[in-house]
C-alpha cells in the first residue's frame, strides 16, 4: 500500500504555563490517505485545531508549546526537516484555510496582491500578467463570477462567503497534496455554507487532495468526510469510515454529540450528561480502519 | 385577549452616511404569555434589530411596541427595563471579568429591587441553582468557568428579576454542540414549567423547530413566514424559508452532495 499523504503517530503537546504543564493533546495518532477526505470532530478545547497547526509546524515556534511524537508527510518525518525546507512547504505542498475568511485575508492589500504573492510561493519567477491569469481561472473555479472585479477588490469590500471562496481558491492555487480544512463554514450562514461545502468537495475529487478536514458539526461531517476520527479532551475516542460511525457510533461520547444535533424534523430536547465518566471510555476502532504500519 | 408582546407596524432605518438602510420593514408580530416564538433568518435579516427594539436599545422609526397592550415609551423607565430581560450570544464577554459570580448576579438584583436585601445573599445561591450551577459557583469569578457554565449565569442574571419576557438572542451559537443542547433544554424549562415567555433569536432552524412554540422567518427585514413550528417546517410556503430549510446540513437531511455547484 501507498504511503499516506500524512501520518501522526502519538503526537502529545502541552503547554508550560506558571502552574506548570497544561496537557492538550494525549497521544493521538491517525492518517490521511492519498485523495481522501478525513475528518476531526469534537467539541472546542478537544485539541483539532492545534493538530492542525503542528502538522502546518505553526506550533512548534510557539516556545511554550512542548510536541512529541510522529508527524509525518509523504513518507517524510516533519521534525527532521530544516527549518527552511518546512516553510518551503506551507502553501505549496500543504495548505490551510481558517475559519474566519475575513480575519484570514489582509485588509491593506487587494486580493490580487495576495494572490500573486500565494502563487510565486509555487513558483518564484511568475509574471504579473501570468499571475493574474491563473488567479482569475482559480478564481472561476470556485465559482466567482466576476474574477476581475474581486481581484482589484479589498477583503472588506467583499462578504464572507465570497472571502471564503477566495480562500478557497488560493489555498488549491499550487495544488497543494494536503488541504488543512479547520471549520471552513463555521462563520458562514447556513445556505453560504452548503454551497462553499459542495464547492470544496468538487475541488478537491477534481484535484485527488487530501483533506484533513477539522469540524465540530456533525452533520457537516457526514456530508464531506469519507473517514472520520472523533477526539475528545485530546484523545481520539471513536475512528472509523463516515458511513459506518454515523450509522453505528459505539463510543458513549460520540453517541452523546450525535444526539446533540438539532434535528429539522423536531423530536423535542435531547437529556444529555454535559460530562460523563463514559466519555472516556477506551479507543473504538471500526472494522477496516486500523493505523497503517510503518512506513518503509 | 391582549398579547404579552406585540409588534405593531415597525421599522428600522439606519442613516449610515447618506445611505439610508431599510433594517426591518413593516413587521407585525404578537407573543402570547408562556411561548417560546423563535425569530429565524441568516445574517442581516433583521433578527437582532427586532429584538433590539423590543428592548427599548433603540425605539423603532415606524411603528410601536407594545407590552400587554400598552405601548412602550422610546426612553424605557426601569420597570419596562424589568420586564424585558435579555441574554446575549456570547457568554464571554458579556459577563464582567472582574466581578465575581455572586456580585454580578446581586448587582441584578439590586438594580431591580428584588425581594429584602437581606434576603438576597441567599437569592443568589437560589438563581444560580435554578441555572443548574451549584450555590457555591458565587464566589467564583468567571475566568473560572467554561462557555457553557457562563451561559448558565447570563440566564441566572436575566431571571433574576422575574420579567415578564425573556429575549435569547442566539444565546448557543458560541457554544458546543453538547452544550447547546443543554442550554436549550433549561430555556426550555423555563417555559414550560416556570411559565417564562421567550422570544429565542437564531439562525438555526433545525434548533428553532426543536422546542419553539411558533417560527417566525425574517428575511431582509421583511416577516416572510410565521406559524407553528411543525407547520413551518413540514410545510415551508415561503421561498426563503424552504432555502433555509434546504440549506440546513443536518444528520436527518439528504446529501448534499450530486446537485449542481451554485
Known amino acids: 500500500m501507498s504511503v499516506p499523504t500524512l501520518r501522526i503517530r502519538d503526537l502529545a503537546l502541552g503547554f508550560r504555563g506558571w502552574a506548570g504543564t497544561t496537557e492538550v493533546l494525549h497521544g493521538i495518532s491517525l492518517h490521511v490517505r492519498q485523495g481522501e477526505r478525513v475528518a476531526l470532530v469534537g467539541e472546542s478545547g478537544s485539541g483539532k485545531s492545534v493538530t492542525a497547526r503542528i502538522v502546518l509546524g505553526l506550533l512548534q515556534e510557539n516556545r511554550s508549546a512542548r510536541v512529541s511524537g510522529l508527524v509525518e508527510f509523504e513518507g517524510r518525518d516533519l521534525s527532521a526537516l530544516a527549518a527552511r525546507e518546512r516553510a518551503g512547504l506551507r502553501g505549496t505542498r500543504m495548505s490551510m484555510i481558517f475559519q474566519d475568511p475575513t480575519s484570514s485575508l489582509n485588509p491593506v492589500y487587494t486580493i490580487e496582491t495576495q494572490f500573486r504573492e500565494v502563487l510565486r510561493r509555487g513558483e518564484p519567477g511568475i509574471g504579473r500578467e501570468e499571475a493574474r491569469r491563473r488567479a482569475e481561472k482559480a478564481l472561476a473555479d470556485v465559482a466567482i463570477s466576476e474574477p476581475g472585479r474581486v481581484l482589484s477588490s479589498y477583503s472588506f469590500q467583499l462578504s464572507g462567503g465570497m472571502n471564503q471562496r477566495v480562500m478557497i481558491a488560493m489555498a488549491l492555487a499550487n495544488e497543494p497534496s494536503l488541504l488543512l480544512a479547520d471549520e471552513p463554514g463555521t462563520a458562514l450562514d447556513v445556505t453560504v455554507q452548503a454551497q462553499t461545502l459542495r464547492l470544496m468537495r468538487r475541488l478537491v475529487e477534481q484535484h485527488n487532495t487530501s483533506v484533513l478536514f477539522i469540524s465540530h458539526n456533525l452533520g457537516v461531517v457526514r456530508e464531506f468526510a469519507d473517514r472520520v476520527y472523533v477526539i475528545y479532551k485530546g484523545r481520539i475516542v471513536e475512528h472509523g469510515m463516515a458511513d459506518d460511525l454515523f450509522a453505528d457510533p459505539r463510543h458513549p461520547y460520540t453517541r452523546a454529540l450525535l444526539r446533540a444535533v438539532p434535528r429539522i424534523t423536531g423530536g423535542g430536547i435531547p437529556e444529555i450528561e454535559d460530562v460523563s465518566e463514559d466519555y472516556f471510555a477506551p479507543l473504538v476502532v471500526h472494522e477496516g480502519c486500523e493505523e497503517p504500519e510503518e512506513a518503509k | ?262
Open chain 2, 1 to 262: 385577549m391582549t398579547h404579552l408582546l406585540s409588534l405593531r407596524s415597525v421599522s428600522k432605518v439606519f442613516t449610515l452616511g447618506s445611505r439610508e438602510v431599510r433594517a426591518v420593514e413593516n413587521v407585525s408580530l404578537d407573543v402570547e404569555e408562556g411561548e417560546c416564538l423563535a425569530i429565524v433568518g441568516e445574517s442581516g435579516s433583521g433578527k437582532s434589530t427586532v429584538a433590539n427594539m423590543v428592548l427599548g436599545i433603540y425605539p423603532p422609526s415606524e411603528g410601536e411596541v407594545l407590552l400587554r397592550g400598552e405601548a412602550l415609551p422610546a426612553r424605557r423607565q426601569l420597570v419596562h427595563r424589568r420586564a424585558i430581560q435579555l441574554v446575549q450570544q456570547n457568554p464571554m464577554s458579556s459577563l464582567n471579568p472582574r466581578r465575581s459570580i455572586g456580585a454580578s448576579l446581586r448587582l441584578a438584583l439590586d438594580v431591580h429591587g428584588v425581594g429584602e436585601r437581606g434576603q438576597r445573599r441567599r437569592r443568589v445561591g437560589e438563581l444560580l441553582e435554578e441555572v443548574g450551577l451549584p450555590a457555591g459557583f458565587a464566589a467564583r469569578s468567571p475566568a473560572a468557568l467554561s462557555g457553557g457554565q457562563r451561559q448558565r449565569v447570563a440566564i441566572a442574571a436575566a431571571i433574576a428579576a422575574r420579567p415578564a419576557l425573556l429575549i435569547a438572542d442566539e444565546p448557543t451559537s458560541a457554544l458546543d454542540t453538547i452544550v447547546q443542547a443543554r442550554i436549550v433544554s433549561l430555556l426550555d424549562a423555563l417555559v414550560r414549567e416556570d411559565g417564562m415567555t421567550l422570544l429565542f433569536v437564531t439562525h438555526d432552524i433545525a434548533l428553532a423547530s426543536g422546542f419553539a412554540d411558533r417560527i417566525a422567518v425574517l428575511h431582509e427585514g421583511r416577516l416572510v413566514e410565521e406559524g407553528p413550528a411543525a407547520d413551518v417546517l413540514a410545510a415551508p410556503r415561503d421561498a426563503c424559508t424552504r432555502t433555509l430549510v434546504a440549506g440546513h446540513i443536518g444528520l436527518d437531511t439528504l446529501p448534499l452532495i450530486g446537485e449542481a455547484a451554485p
